[in-house]
């Protein structure tokens, strides 16, 4: 084996490896493990782990569309130098690991298709078990002994079901992340001879979806799919429209909606569940259960924003302070469930514009990039990942108004991710000699 052959097997594996980890993390700590090897801490070794290894393959860190990324962090760091809470501790290290990542691998030969593939079936796998939970209660039920009892004891006081996960909010990220990598992968097909296999596997996504009963996301998933649709227009498409194509889109979706009516009408669960999420967008469930929780949350938050407003009272801060906001004599602690608002509260005016000035300048470099594509390249294989890494990236902004990703690391990472996938670096040959020591990963696309 040569040593670029060995470079190539290497980075293929890293970088799967990046791509497998919000799926392990969400995973680690719910199973019967050694107390000394279960928890976050524990992933969290393997992905400071991870970074090292980056740093061995690609010493040379170049700074490019991050660096208003690393203001970010000099920000928070600079801000909590003198108390850092134990949240900050966490957290900090992670983001660091993300930026790290992301920066080497901006001018690293990257297989995007390969972190494709490992979203989907990372993704796959959750959905089919948020839907054997919802039928059978077989992860409620403690999984054939070997969740932590604690994790069955959560399980079993929720009304919907995150399956193989501990919570739906873990669950939906992964979901979606599978259905974004999914439709990409699809569509890079050149022969469209298995769309019914394609549309079973799509539907499996939408009843896990639903049945996870979480609101935010599909509105989150509506948003990433206008932005992109609105990002690829082009004036010659809007001038003339294919009836046929059309006709053929209409006749693709239809069969679909249909075999969710039945299932929806004649399967009590599914009927529930779709109940269940229906009154999260209106009536009294909607009112009470969400939006006035949230408006306690934000007034506290600019309550103490307003403190101080230059740089905050520091990282993790909210949730020390939270105690009895909902009940004085409660001791339960919460994020302030819109991650804008809890950075201006937490790191004030500084931070908060540095965070939008990060996430900000990335998004605006991969919009501008998908931009060339679509006139020069539509039909591009480039133009898709790029579009499902830009996807993922709206999907994770689009969630900070109404949750914590940020504090999330399956979240933030995915993010991450979604930002590997817009970069220009050289796509990896996928020849045979090569493959051949990788394909046992993950089948060729």
């Given at each position: ?69 690393i203001l970010f962090l000099v920000v928070i760091a600079a801000e909590n ?119 079973g596997v799509i539907g499996i996504f939408a009843l896990s979806a639903v ?29 003339k429209i294919s009836l046929n194509r059309l006709l053929w889109t209409v ?195």
């Open positions: 084996m040569t040593d670029e052959r060995l470079k190539i097997r290497l980075n293929d594996i890293l970088l799967w490896s990046f791509a497998f980890w919000p799926f392990l993390w969400s995973c680690w700590g719910l199973f019967r493990l050694p107390s000394y090897i279960h928890g976050i801490s524990v992933t969290s070794m393997m992905l400071y782990a991870l970074a090292l290894f980056f740093l061995r393959v690609q010493p040379r860190i170049p700074i490019g569309i991050f660096g208003p990324w130098a003198r108390g850092m809470t134990v949240q900050f501790k966490r957290d900090f290290p992670v983001m660091i690991c993300g930026v790290l990542i992301g920066m080497i691998l901006a001018t690293q030969e990257l297989n995007r298709k390969m972190v494709l593939r490992c979203l989907f079936w990372c993704g796959l796998i959750i959905a089919l078990s948020v839907i054997a939970d919802t039928v059978t209660g077989v992860f409620r039920g403690g999984f054939f002994g070997l969740f932590r009892a604690e994790v069955t004891a959560a399980k079993s006081r929720m009304t919907g079901t995150g399956g193989l996960v501990l919570y739906t909010g873990t669950a939906g990220n992964l979901i979606f992340n599978g259905l974004t990598a999914f439709a990409a992968i699809i569509l890079m097909k050149k022969e469209k001879k298995n769309w019914i296999l394609w549309w049945l996870i009963q979480k609101r935010g996301f599909l509105l989150d998933f509506a948003a990433g799919v206008l932005f992109l649709f609105i990002l690829g227009l082009r004036k010659e498409k809007l001038a006749l693709l979706i239809l069969p679909g909606i249909a075999g969710f009516y039945v299932l929806y009408r004649f399967v009590p669960l599914v009927n529930t569940s779709v109940n269940a999420l229906a009154g999260r967008f209106s009536g009294e469930d909607a009112t009470l259960s969400t939006l006035n929780g949230r408006k306690q949350l934000y007034e506290l938050a600019f309550r103490l924003f307003r403190g101080n407003k230059l740089t905050g009272i520091g990282w993790g801060g909210f949730r020390l302070r939270s105690t009895g906001v909902f009940d004085r004599m409660s001791d339960n602690t919460y994020a302030a469930h819109n991650v804008y608002i809890q950075l201006l509260c937490e790191t004030g005016v500084i931070g908060l514009t540095a965070f939008l000035a990060a996430v900000g300048n990335v998004l605006l470099w991969a919009c501008l990039r998908y931009r060339r594509l679509v006139l020069n390249e539509p039909d591009g294989e480039e133009r898709i990942i790029v579009g499902a890494g830009i996807f993922l990236q709206v999907f994770f902004l689009a969630y900070c108004m109404s949750g914590n990703p940020l504090y999330d690391y399956n979240f933030l990472i995915s993010y991450f991710i979604g930002v590997i996938l817009t970069m220009p670096g050289r796509e990896a040959k996928e020849n045979t000699a090569v493959e051949s020591r990788h394909s046992y990963i993950l089948k060729r696309t």
